[in-house]
Structure formats: C-alpha cells, structure tokens
T-cell receptor
C-alpha cells in the first residue's frame, strides 16, 4: 500500500498565482486533514474532512479552500498565493475511531516569492 | 477546543530513560491521548495512544494520570535516533485534531 501520497513534493509560486495540492490515501480512511508547518513551529490545522463531500475549518483556514469529492482524495487550493503561505504542508488521514492513529504524507514544500 | 501544553525542549543522555510530560487539563471524558514524533524533514509518525489506562508498545510507554489531566511519554532507553520533536494531541469525537508546538528532545551521546 502507498499510504498517504502528496503531490507535488516541491513547488515555487509567484505572489498571486494559484495552485492545488493533492492528497491521496488508499486505506479507505474516513477522516482527512491538511496541516501547515512553518520553520521551527508545530503543525497548524488548516481544514479537515470527516467524510466524502464534507469539510470543516481548522485553526488557520484563511486563504485556503478544500474539496473532498472522492473519499480517497483531499484537495487543498490556494487561489491567490501570498509569501505568508510559504510553508511545508502535510496531509494526514485516519479511520473514524478515536483510537486510530493519524497517517501522514511526506509533505509538500511550497515557496511563494 | 481542548489544548495540550508541553515543555519546549528536553535533554537526555543516550541509554537513559526519558519522561516527556504533557498537560491537558481541559480534556473531556471521551478524548483519546495520542503521541507522535517528527524526525527532521519528515512527517509526524504515530508513537502510542491511550484513554485511561497506562499503555506499552515496542516504541514507548504512556502513563496517564488518574484524573486524565496529564500524561507522560516514557522512552525506556533513549537512543540517538530518538532525537525528534514529540507531540501530545487529543483526538476528540468531532474529528478535529490539533497539534501544539511539541517538545524537542535532544539525546546526548
């Protein structure tokens, strides 16, 4: 099994450009999450989804949109990138049970110039 | 939202036990306590979880206070490969899972 796969691994954007980050999981997990991690900091929750067709805001949702049209995919969109969105983005997923662990992808390193 | 509080950093000597504390005074009765660690340039990885009772697995032990307002991750014999950032988080009924800044563990040879 591939687990949680994030594409792309790296991306450089200019201010104002848009892009979509893809998170795909092959474990049939119900819950999926997008986090960002700035240098020397912990992970901050951007948006999350508890099932296909549902999304919810996390701690730092401004400037991002998400969609969960298929259970296995969770997309994170930046409509107009800003330098403050330079960060490493991590996707995670888990099954619905609260005693189940989060499975993380390897991250996407985004730089906005 | 229930929050966790951890020390910013801790140091340990190689092959000695390490006790990493976490406070979660606003925990609710159904929240699970999870621990993750993050090695440099990697995503976090699961370490251990518990609800009320102490737990052991091949990586670590988790000691949970009787009132559940705090917990301690125990690495029985720290190795250099255990140097990482350790996160204590609460998994709630609502599905929202937030991380704090974690504890950076330094292991000295």
């Amino acid at each position: 099994n591939a687990g949680v796969t994030q594409t792309p691994k790296f991306r450089v954007l200019k201010t104002g450009q848009s892009m979509t980050l893809l998170c795909a999981q092959d474990m049939n997990h119900e819950y999926m999450y997008w986090y960002r991690q700035d240098p020397g900091m912990g992970l901050r929750l951007i948006h999350y989804s508890v099932g296909e067709g549902t999304t919810a805001k996390g701690e730092v949702p401004d400037g991002y949109n998400v969609s969960r049209l298929k259970k296995q995919n969770f997309l994170l969109g930046l409509e107009s990138a800003a330098p403050s969105q330079t960060s490493v983005y991590f996707c995670a997923s888990r099954i619905q049970k609260r005693n189940s662990p989060l499975h993380f992808g390897n991250g996407t390193r985004l730089t906005v110039t | 939202d229930a929050k966790t509080t951890q020390p910013n950093s801790m140091e340990s000597n190689e092959e000695e036990p390490v006790h990493l504390p976490c406070n979660h005074s606003t925990i609710s009765g159904t929240d699970y306590i999870h621990w993750y660690r993050q090695l440099p340039s990697q995503g976090p990885e699961y370490v251990i979880h518990g609800l009320t009772s102490n737990v052991n697995n091949r990586m670590a032990s988790l000691a949970i206070a009787e009132d559940r307002k705090s917990s301690t991750l125990i690495l029985h014999r720290a190795t250099l490969r255990d140097a990482a950032v350790y996160y204590c988080i609460l998994i709630t009924n609502a599905g929202k899972s937030t991380f704090g800044d974690g504890t950076t563990l330094t292991v000295k040879p």
